[in-house]
């Protein structure tokens, strides 16, 4: 007589079944994976990039700096030419990378979501500024509207592999700037708890806006304590100039305690060189002139490096948004950004690819997994950009998603010690069954080492015939679907949207 009756074998093996068929219980491979394995560019690089960058400071110079930035500069130690430009002397440029917030916490309203900025870790974001919506219906593109960017607000807040969320789309169907900046900043803090990022129009848009970050963050000057935005900001237009609104705004953003997203977004051929160390130079140098805007105003103020290199296709003058000179080029910003110890910022998975097809996969997975590997702490557009960053799509958002724990995945690389060399289990097996499947390791490593995709189909092609050959387009619509109809989240409580309504008198849509 047995131990166990037969029925509680099957069921035992059909646990193990149902084991084996379902996902791991926990993430083997979670944002935050670390970056650096992959280096464009070597030592002597680096050195040469660095010193070209502090030479165009010292020699030329920035161009069209406000009063009150000049006089800023000129008191921490700048210079100026007899054509007004503003230089810095390379010993004034090293006392700011000094100085600067080398890491810092990224908050996200709920605390548990929190990230930390900075050394090796890397985190896929969001960004772009995209001005058509890939209609999840109809497949065709359309002008973004409000609505669509409280729901894709919404849609990444489920998405385990985005870490942070910038608005995506603007609302064209909002033409006045202060409703849109009041609308968008709205939007982001009603859908997630994740940390979120904006952009203001003009500086004083920012202390009306605050007012409403501090009624979700629980009172008067609670958000400044714990800032859970962050501003995107382009103080800096290339080739070697400020931008006037652009500094105001960063002084605002500076006196209310926002973090700062200091934006170089150059252009290889029109706006920077076409040689890509000579981009890298400039691009560098104009972001160090973010840095030393904030050394002079606010010092060690907590700011993401973010020079992007952007590529434009020289036979037509179009923005390029995948590539493998894009993919290179941010992955050296990134190692460019590491080398000095600065938080880094770079752009990937701007596909110029219109729908969700061969070229999105492809552009995608080059430039954001090359930005992962060189170790870019923030990876902006790196989730549901289409179309040259033109367009965003909900079914790119959630393909992405699945994207972007692949890439973690690859960049936790393999852990190699006595245990999962195996010898043991090796010798036992061959001994034993002939086979590792169902064995103890193999369950193990099952939950510990693999990430199984969701969306990608690995069924057999007769399988794959008889379930209405699917593609990744269509599961990724429904899975977005699906999203969109069950999560609807309540972050904010009625009373904070009351306050909030009557705040802007209305303006909240």
Same mark, same amino acid.
């Given at each position: 007589?047995?131990?166990?009756?037969?029925?509680? &074998?099957?069921?035992?093996?059909?646990?193990?079944?149902?084991?084996?068929?379902?996902?791991p219980r926990l993430n083997p491979a979670p944002p935050g994976q670390?970056?650096?394995?992959?280096?464009?560019?070597?030592?002597?690089?680096?050195?040469?990039?660095?010193? %070209?960058?502090?030479? $165009?400071?010292?020699?030329?110079?920035?161009?069209?700096? =406000?009063?009150?930035?000049?006089?800023?500069?000129?008191?921490?130690?700048?210079?100026?030419? =007899?054509?007004?430009?503003?230089? +810095?002397?390379?010993?004034?440029?090293?006392?700011?990378?000094?100085?600067?917030?080398?890491?810092?916490?990224?908050?996200?309203?709920?605390?548990?979501?929190?990230?930390?900025?900075?050394?090796?870790?890397?985190?896929?974001?969001?960004?772009?500024?995209?001005?058509?919506?890939?209609?999840?219906?109809?497949?065709?593109?359309?002008?973004?509207?409000?609505?669509?960017?409280?729901?894709?607000?919404?849609?990444?807040?489920?998405?385990?592999?985005?870490? /942070?969320?910038?608005?995506?789309?603007?609302?064209?169907? @909002?033409?006045?700037?202060?409703?849109?900046?009041?609308?968008?900043?709205?939007?982001?803090?009603?859908?997630?708890? &994740?940390?979120?990022?904006?952009?203001?129009?003009?500086?004083?848009?920012?202390?009306?806006?605050?007012?409403?970050?501090?009624?979700?963050?629980?009172?008067?000057?609670? +958000?400044?304590?714990?800032?859970?935005?962050?501003?995107?900001?382009? =103080?800096?237009?290339?080739?070697?100039?400020?931008?006037?609104?652009?500094?105001?705004? %960063?002084?605002?953003?500076?006196?209310?305690?926002?973090p700062l997203s200091c934006i170089t977004a150059a252009q290889s051929?029109?706006?920077?060189?076409?040689?890509?160390?000579?981009?890298?130079?400039?691009?560098?140098?104009?972001?160090?002139?973010?840095? !030393?805007?904030?050394?002079?105003?606010?010092?060690?103020?907590?700011?993401? +490096?973010?020079? /992007? *290199?952007?590529?434009?296709?020289?036979?037509?003058?179009?923005?390029?948004?995948?590539?493998?000179?894009?993919?290179?080029?941010?992955?050296?910003?990134?190692?460019?950004?590491?080398?000095?110890?600065? =938080?880094?910022?770079?752009?990937?998975?701007?596909?110029?690819?219109?729908?969700?097809?061969?070229?999105?996969?492809?552009?995608?997975?080059?430039?954001?997994?090359?930005?992962?590997?060189?170790?870019?702490?923030?990876?902006?557009?790196?989730?549901?950009?289409?179309?040259?960053?033109?367009?965003?799509?909900?079914?790119?958002?959630?393909?992405?998603?699945? !994207?972007?724990?692949?890439?973690?995945?690859?960049?936790?690389?393999?852990?190699?010690?006595?245990?999962?060399?195996?010898?043991?289990?090796?010798?036992?097996?061959?001994?034993?069954?002939?086979?590792?499947?169902?064995?103890?390791?193999?369950?193990?490593?099952?939950?510990?080492?693999?990430?199984?995709? @969701? $969306?990608?189909?690995?069924?057999?092609?007769?399988? /794959?015939?008889?379930?209405?050959? *699917?593609?990744?387009?269509?599961?990724?619509?429904? &899975?977005?679907?699906?999203?969109?109809?069950?999560?609807? *989240?309540?972050?904010? %409580?009625?009373?904070?949207?009351?306050?909030?309504?009557?705040?802007?008198?209305?303006?909240?849509?």
């Amino acid at each position: 007589m047995t131990n166990a009756p037969p029925r509680a &074998k099957r069921s035992g093996r059909q646990e193990r079944r149902a084991l084996r068929a379902g996902p791991p219980r926990l993430n083997p491979a979670p944002p935050g994976q670390i970056g650096g394995q992959y280096k464009p560019l070597s030592e002597v690089d680096l050195t040469a990039i660095y010193r %070209t960058a502090l030479r $165009l400071l010292n020699e030329l110079g920035m161009g069209e700096v =406000p009063r009150r930035l000049r006089d800023d500069f000129l008191a921490i130690g700048a210079g100026e030419t =007899p054509q007004g430009r503003i230089t +810095f002397p390379p010993a004034l440029v090293e006392d700011a990378i000094a100085g600067a917030a080398r890491r810092f916490v990224l908050h996200g309203r709920d605390a548990a979501r929190s990230i930390e900025v900075g050394g090796d870790r890397v985190y896929f974001g969001t960004g772009g500024a995209a001005v058509q919506t890939l209609d999840i219906d109809s497949g065709v593109y359309r002008p973004s509207t409000l609505v669509d960017l409280h729901d894709f607000t919404r849609l990444q807040d489920v998405l385990t592999n985005v870490s /942070w969320f910038t608005r995506c789309c603007i609302a064209t169907d @909002v033409p006045d700037p202060f409703d849109l900046d009041v609308n968008t900043a709205f939007a982001l803090i009603k859908n997630t708890t &994740k940390p979120v990022a904006t952009a203001f129009t003009l500086p004083e848009h920012v202390a009306p806006i605050v007012q409403m970050f501090d009624l979700a963050a629980g009172g008067e000057g609670a +958000f400044a304590r714990r800032p859970f935005v962050k501003a995107h900001i382009s =103080p800096v237009i290339s080739p070697m100039r400020f931008g006037a609104d652009a500094v105001d705004v %960063t002084y605002a953003c500076l006196a209310h305690n926002i973090p700062l997203s200091c934006i170089t977004a150059a252009q290889s051929g029109a706006t920077a060189p076409a040689t890509l160390a000579g981009f890298l130079a400039q691009s560098l140098a104009e972001t160090l002139a973010s840095l !030393m805007m904030v050394h002079a105003v606010k010092p060690g103020h907590p700011m993401v +490096f973010s020079n /992007w *290199p952007l590529v434009i296709d020289l036979r037509t003058g179009a923005f390029a948004g995948g590539g493998g000179e894009i993919a290179v080029l941010n992955a050296a910003s990134a190692q460019l950004s590491n080398w000095l110890g600065l =938080p880094s910022g770079v752009a990937a998975a701007m596909t110029d690819a219109k729908a969700i097809d061969a070229q999105y996969g492809v552009e995608k997975a080059l430039t954001s997994l090359a930005a992962a590997l060189a170790g870019g702490n923030l990876i902006y557009e790196s989730s549901g950009m289409t179309a040259s960053l033109l367009g965003a799509s909900f079914e790119g958002f959630v393909l992405d998603d699945e !994207m972007h724990a692949a890439t973690y995945r690859a960049l936790r690389g393999i852990e190699v010690t006595e245990d999962s060399l195996g010898f043991d289990a090796i010798c036992r097996t061959v001994l034993g069954e002939g086979h590792f499947l169902g064995g103890a390791d193999t369950l193990a490593a099952m939950e510990r080492d693999y990430v199984y995709p @969701v $969306l990608a189909d690995r069924s057999d092609p007769r399988s /794959w015939q008889d379930n209405g050959a *699917p593609d990744a387009w269509g599961r990724s619509r429904d &899975k977005a679907k699906a999203i969109l109809a069950a999560h609807h *989240p309540e972050y904010l %409580t009625q009373e904070q949207e009351t306050a909030m309504r009557a705040l802007f008198g209305g303006r909240i849509r």
